[in-house]
């Protein structure tokens, strides 16, 4: 297992990792994360990387150690992306491989994450898994509640969390649902005793790096000084945490890092009458809990609980256990803008630092710190005064685009001192802190000092005061943050926010519930449904054969293959800019990094190989792909050549230091769809799609019309599973691994690329860490470059993308503009509905058309119109090329739709959910695929949601919150999507299919599996022909998918994958079924071990090939739609714009599900995936060079697990007939993603019945999508009119 691990040889430098004792090679050097030691070095796959931010907690681990301080053993998470190697010196580690796998056993996690359906791609799972172990360490009877806190860090783009968590809440003592375990029992594999302090080394340097950087590990103050007054005039770096690496990216190249972990006189915790001081390195996780210890325990630091609670909110579990205070105050310190939680609470409860040199100790006021020059000085401790009485209030808030691990748009701090005797005037001078405004303004000075002496309670007062902070807080424009305006109103509502709550006693009614800040219940979840298709196993409930695998770490993904030896790595040189023309590349700063050998570029392309990745399929006017532009850049990001080194650090690292030369041209690139429609920035427009009577004449004659127009944003695949590729020459030719949604593709486009026959390149798919159409075409290019590298240099190669080279490079969900006009007659029935949309297709124009067109087609979504027309015209601009992002077409055409029904409502003045219901497609139309509806089964389901859901007592229950609470407002709707599925694919769907002499079956077959549970599927469908012969699903090994096992073989995409493949291991089955069946007549009471053994003794082949290329009873490729209709309730915080689903239920017809179980969990991963897209995940360029400015973990937001909803019911729909699909089933993977469009129109609902309240004009509301916070906040409208708590009395 430790390939790589060397048993520590004395005096060097080491780790225990799973209870082994290893030392660190001398080629780490101090950049090397831990994460590079466990998976390279240690040869340890089962941790995974992804964003090396610190923000997706694929790569969590435990470390135990003993304090520096206290000497008690800890055990914390830790970012092993984010930690130096050379920080965990003296550490024991444990890994997903070190706590329980096959033949070990499972450890309790690992089981009943799976068995509660928690895995899908399983990319993510061992980090879910070691941030479970790593928090039950630390606290082995949790609550669920904390147990939902303990994933705040944890990013799943696959299950939609429900199962997750449930699989976790699980060990919680308030659950019924298996409960606590014995934590020493779950954790015998590891043995506690024997941990020592972790080892320091003076002022020696542990380790030298690549440019002869040295890492200290000092063991003393007074150590740390002298090294810091040795390096003061050098670049050196304080290491604590070293988590600030996940937000900033610092580019100066380090010459010294000194580890301030382990000096004891930095851990001191002093808690006495008068305050509490605390050392420099106690972590954002102790303090949570000795702020809160303090506030008991000392009444006059009462207001430490409040920043405890604060804390809760900063970051996530795994780098709150690292990161330290003094880490993030410095973080402040260099980025004074940065909008810091630790500066503007510390600064609020006064407090003040100790700062050390070698001259001595000196301390500051916080404010005083900013503006002191730090070279070579350390922060010592902090000191928060002993301050609160019964009149001191202390508030904070922190107002964030997502709910858990996300920075604040705009965060407060208040304390103020109150004399509630006297109308809660202001006794003493508060503070006001607000972030998130400029690097200048900290303190709202004048708001201040107007406040003092006045009372609270007074209406003038409080509106004076809201006055003078709208006109001091002058926040700066910046691309990354919301608008100044935004942010302005944020800082004045959060003042407010403070009065309200702190008077709450005298503040009567309604008017209250603007104090507190939004809560969120429980996350629950309930499904319901029953299991319909026969024979067993095909149709049940069971749990996805690789789940156990993945838990423990041991599935493997491509870039888990350990290193080919004479491997080369590779990492893009990027454009800096758009519109430019490139004319050279300066290597010299690259070329020095260890281990650099060598560049490619399209002048080593030329006449050698085909610059472009297009499938030869598609039309010669889409053959856009080209590997490295020849002409202009097409965009701020593109690859224009790549490094290769030998290791993937040293090519990133390289690649950074590649200075490209280029011509700026005189374009200013366009990088918003507003901007190319002002300029008409156009590749083409499709023909116009019409019904066949006149769309126009009819929308004249409806006697009500809507027009109005709707942007929806794009979005990123955000896979946990970067992209990747591996390839190598063979005697036979080319052999390439990579995760890819089709093989036999890799194989066509290849063989362009090399310009070598299709019979040299082999291709073979282990699995796929997420695709969601994203490693369908997108791949192709990393794959390319790694087979010309290949080509070139005779050597292995590989290339693994970090996530800020992925968002950048990386192709995505495009932007679009959708005009429309809609008429109506009197009773309420659509008539008329024309759509103009405008794709923003990125610099050229290849895939999105199939995409575009299919979005258009289904603007219909589940309601009928009885005329309609509809134009489309691809945009151009300076982005890559938009790309398919699960449910491509339907995801934007479900928001479009909606919200252009809900504008006919609202003209109408009719209740939404009734027009929608009234105007459902019915058994017998047409719709605007052209297709018969042939069954009714939307209204149906309509109803029945209506009833199970409660929807009429619920929205009573809604009208009465609403009236009792002013600021806080619910709102409720219901949505209906249709989503149609089409059998035409590129090829057939196959499978290979061996029984072995001792029982045991093998499978191929052609689907990718992503996590959509295609390989299980398979696996029932074709033990269910075997089954009456003894054969069990737990004899199915399924194998990688290879091109050259199946070739010709179809793609994996539009969510009917699963479904077809199944049908041809049905067919494959059916042939050993037919084989056996003779020798079962023979012996009719042989089990299935021996009938397998006599009929292959006796010459029968048990090797099957089944193919499936559909055809329907008109002989055509069959069609149909999955329907689904959905329900979501709301709750919004009208003075903060933040947002909580409370409640979503979902019926799906999914026809006969093949396994649904696994159905469940795609329905609820794929409505989770559309709330990101609706709410939270926003994109946003830089209007000068073109380059995506949310190119990591802290400016893109795709939801985490307090962000679903917080009761996720699913119901399939029961007794749905028979369809025209295989098996009567129906595809899930991507249809219910339109469903969560439903969120928006419900968060407009709460929205308008805070403005009816407030007599603002009664608007159909219009907004930019993703609706954020921010976006929620502008639709609110709070101005000082709606401030003026004494009205509500
Ligand atoms: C995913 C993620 C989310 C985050 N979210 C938030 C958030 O919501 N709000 C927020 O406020 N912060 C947030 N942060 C920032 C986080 O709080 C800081 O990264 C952390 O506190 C820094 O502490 P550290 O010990 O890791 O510092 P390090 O990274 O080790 O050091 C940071 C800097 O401080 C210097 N330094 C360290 N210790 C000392 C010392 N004793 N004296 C002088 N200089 C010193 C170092 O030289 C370095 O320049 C987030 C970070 C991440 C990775
Ligand atoms: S948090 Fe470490 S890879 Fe994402
Ligand atoms: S299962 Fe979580 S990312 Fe795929």
């Not at 710190?369 to 009485?389: C, N, Q, Y």
């Not at 691994?737 to 299709?758: C, D, F, N, Y």
């Not at 009573?956 to 694919?985: C, P, Q, T, V, W």
């Not at 022909?1025 to 050259?1044: I, N, R």
């Amino acid at each position: 297992m430790y390939s790589g691990g060397i048993a520590p040889s004395s005096g060097e430098p080491s780790i225990h990792v799973n209870g082994k004792a290893l030392e660190i090679p001398r080629d780490c050097n101090p950049e090397t994360s831990l994460n590079d030691f466990l998976r390279d070095v240690l040869n340890l796959k089962g941790t995974k990387v992804m964003c090396r931010e610190g923000g997706c907690g694929c790569c969590v681990v435990t470390a135990t150690y003993k304090h520096p301080a206290t000497e008690e053993v800890v055990s914390v998470p830790v970012n092993s992306c984010l930690c130096p190697v050379y920080s965990a010196v003296g550490w024991h580690v444990t890994t997903i491989e070190g706590i329980g796998g096959s033949g070990k056993p499972y450890h309790p996690i690992q089981e009943r994450l799976a068995e509660h359906y928690g895995t899908q791609c399983g990319f993510c799972s061992p980090g879910f898994v070691m941030s479970m172990y790593s928090q039950l360490q630390e606290n082995p009877k949790p609550t669920m509640q904390q147990v939902e806190h303990f994933f705040d860090g944890n990013i799943c783009r696959c299950t939609g969390y429900r199962s997750i968590l449930d699989g976790m809440k699980s060990f919680a003592c308030d659950s019924n649902n298996g409960g606590c375990v014995d934590i020493e029992e779950m954790n015998k594999s590891l043995c506690a005793e024997g941990i020592a302090k972790p080892p320091t080394s003076g002022v020696i340097p542990i380790a030298r790096g690549w440019k002869g950087q040295r890492f200290y590990n000092p063991g003393s103050l007074d150590q740390l000084l002298k090294l810091l007054k040795r390096y003061k005039d050098d670049e050196y770096q304080l290491v604590c945490g070293n988590t600030s690496a996940g937000v900033f990216k610092e580019d100066v190249l380090v010459n010294c890092y000194i580890n301030v972990r382990n000096v004891p006189e930095l851990h001191n915790i002093r808690l006495s009458k008068s305050g509490l001081e605390i050392g420099a390195t106690v972590t954002l996780r102790e303090l949570i809990d000795t702020f809160k210890e303090a506030a008991e325990k000392v009444p006059r630091l009462a207001h430490l609980d409040r920043i405890s609670d604060h804390y809760q909110q900063v970051a996530n579990q795994a780098v709150r256990a690292n990161a330290s205070w003094a880490g993030n105050l410095m973080m402040k310190h260099r980025h004074q803008d940065f909008p810091s939680d630790v500066f503007i609470t510390l600064e609020a409860a006064k407090t003040v630092i100790k700062v050390a040199d070698e001259q001595g100790t000196q301390d500051h006021v916080l404010t005083d710190f900013l503006r002191l020059d730090m070279r070579g000085k350390v922060i010592v401790s902090a000191k928060l005064p002993a301050i609160s009485t019964d009149q001191h209030f202390y508030r904070s808030f922190k107002i964030t685009p997502r709910q858990l691990n996300a920075h604040a748009y705009v965060n407060g701090a208040f304390q103020f001192a109150v004399d509630k005797r006297q109308n809660y005037r202001v006794t003493e001078r508060p503070n006001i802190l607000i972030g998130g405004i400029s690097d200048k303004f900290n303190h709202a000075i004048k708001t201040e000092n107007f406040l003092l002496n006045k009372s609270l309670l007074d209406e003038e007062v409080v509106q004076s005061a809201l006055k003078v902070l709208e006109s001091e807080v002058v926040p700066v424009e910046e691309a990354t943050a919301s608008s100044p305006e935004h942010r302005r109103q944020l800082a004045v509502n959060l003042l407010y926010k403070t009065i309200l709550d702190i008077g709450s006693d005298a503040v009567e009614g309604a008017a209250r519930s603007g104090g507190p800040v939004l809560t969120r219940p429980l996350q629950r979840g309930e499904q319901d449904f029953v299991e319909e298709l026969q024979p067993a196993p095909l149709g049940q409930s069971v749990r996805k054969l690789e789940s156990k695998a993945q838990t423990s770490g041991e599935a493997t993904y491509v870039n888990d293959y350990p290193a080919h030896a004479n491997e080369l790595f590779l990492a893009y040189v990027l454009a800096p800019e758009a519109a430019i023309k490139v004319i050279g590349f300066d290597t010299e700063e690259a070329e020095k990094v260890p281990g650099y050998h060598s560049m490619l570029s399209l002048k080593d392309l030329e006449g050698k190989y085909t610059n472009n990745t297009t499938m030869p399929i598609f039309p010669p006017e889409m053959q856009t792909d080209e590997i490295f532009p020849s002409k202009l850049v097409g965009f701020a990001g593109q690859p224009v050549s790549v490094v290769l080194a030998e290791t993937q650090w040293a090519a990133d690292r390289a690649a950074s230091l590649v200075d490209v030369k280029f011509d700026a041209g005189d374009e200013e690139p366009i990088v918003h769809i507003t901007e190319a429609l002002a300029k008409k920035s156009i590749h083409f427009k499709d023909a116009q799609r019409a019904s066949k009577e006149d769309a126009d004449a009819t929308l004249a004659k409806q006697p009500v019309r809507v027009e109005g127009e709707v942007t929806v944003g794009e979005q990123i695949h955000f896979f946990i599973e970067s992209l990747t590729a591996s390839v190598r020459r063979t005697e036979e030719g080319f052999l390439v691994q990579a995760p890819h949604q089709w093989i036999e593709g890799v194989t066509v486009m290849l063989s362009k690329v090399l310009r070598r026959p299709r019979n040299q390149i082999r291709a073979i798919s282990p699995r796929i860490g997420g695709g969601f159409g994203g490693k369908m075409f997108m791949v192709d290019h990393v794959i390319a470059v790694c087979a010309i590298a290949c080509d070139i240099t005779h050597r292995p190669c590989r290339m693994y993308l970090r996530l800020d080279t992925f968002a950048l490079s990386g192709q995505k969900r495009p932007t679009i503009v959708a005009k429309y006009k809609a008429g109506a007659d009197t009773d309420g029935f659509l008539r008329s509905v024309h759509w103009d949309s405008a794709v923003e297709a990125g610099y050229a124009c290849n895939f999105i058309t199939l995409i575009g067109r299919e979005m258009d087609d289904s603007l219909d979504q589940a309601y009928h119109a009885d005329t309609f027309k509809r134009d489309l015209t691809y945009m151009k601009s300076n982005k890559p090329q938009a790309t398919a992002v699960r449910a491509p077409g339907s995801a934007p055409a479900a928001m479009l739709n909606l919200l252009m029904m809900d504008h006919m409502a609202h003209e109408l003045r009719v209740d939404p959910i009734e027009f929608k219901r009234k105007n459902l497609y019915r058994a017998g139309q047409v719709d605007q695929h052209g297709m018969e509806r042939a069954d009714n089964n939307l209204g149906r389901m309509w109803d029945d949601l209506y009833k199970e859901a409660d929807i009429e007592k619920r929205r009573s229950a809604i009208e009465k919150f609403n009236k009792e609470n002013h600021y806080k407002k619910r709102g409720l709707d219901m949505s209906a999507i249709s989503y149609h599925i089409s059998y035409a694919r590129f090829g057939p769907s196959e499978v290979d299919m061996t029984v072995h002499i001792d029982g045991s079956i093998s499978i191929v077959h052609s689907g990718s599996e992503m996590g959509q549970g295609l390989t299980t599927k398979v696996a029932q469908a074709a033990v269910a022909q075997l089954a009456e012969f003894g054969a069990t699903l737990d004899m199915v090994k399924t194998k990688p998918t290879d091109s050259m096992l199946l070739p010709q073989m179809d793609g994996t995409g539009g969510s009917a994958t699963s479904e077809l493949n199944a049908m041809a291991a049905k067919v494959a089955a059916e042939q050993i079924r037919e084989r056996l069946l003779p020798i079962k007549e023979n012996k009719p009471d042989a089990g299935w071990n021996e009938l397998v053994m006599t009929a292959i003794m006796s010459g029968v082949l048990l090797k099957a090939f089944g193919t499936y290329v559909s055809q329907n009873r008109e002989n055509k490729h069959a069609r149909y739609s999955t329907l689904g209709v959905g329900a979501a309730e709301v709750e919004v915080d009208i003075l903060t714009g933040e947002y909580v689903v409370l409640r979503s239920d979902i019926m799906m017809d999914i026809g006969k599900s093949l396994n649904p179980g696994v159905d469940i969990g795609q329905i609820e991963g794929a409505y989770v995936f559309g709330m990101g897209y609706y709410l939270t995940e926003r994109t946003v360029y830089d209007s000068d060079t073109g380059r995506n400015l949310a190119d990591g973990t802290w400016n893109y937001k795709p939801p985490q697990a307090a962000d679903v909803p917080r009761d996720f019911r699913v119901h399939l729909l029961k007794k749905p007939g028979d369809t025209d699909s295989v098996f009567s089933t129906k595809a899930i993977g991507e249809p219910p993603l339109g469903l969560a469009a439903t969120c928006v129109t419900a968060i407009k609902r709460a929205i308008e019945a805070f403005r009816k309240q407030q007599g603002k004009p009664d608007v159909n509301l219009t907004f930019e999508l993703p609706l954020t916070p921010a976006r929620v906040l502008q639709l609110c409208e709070v101005g000082a009119k709606d401030r003026q708590f004494k009205m509500f009395k």
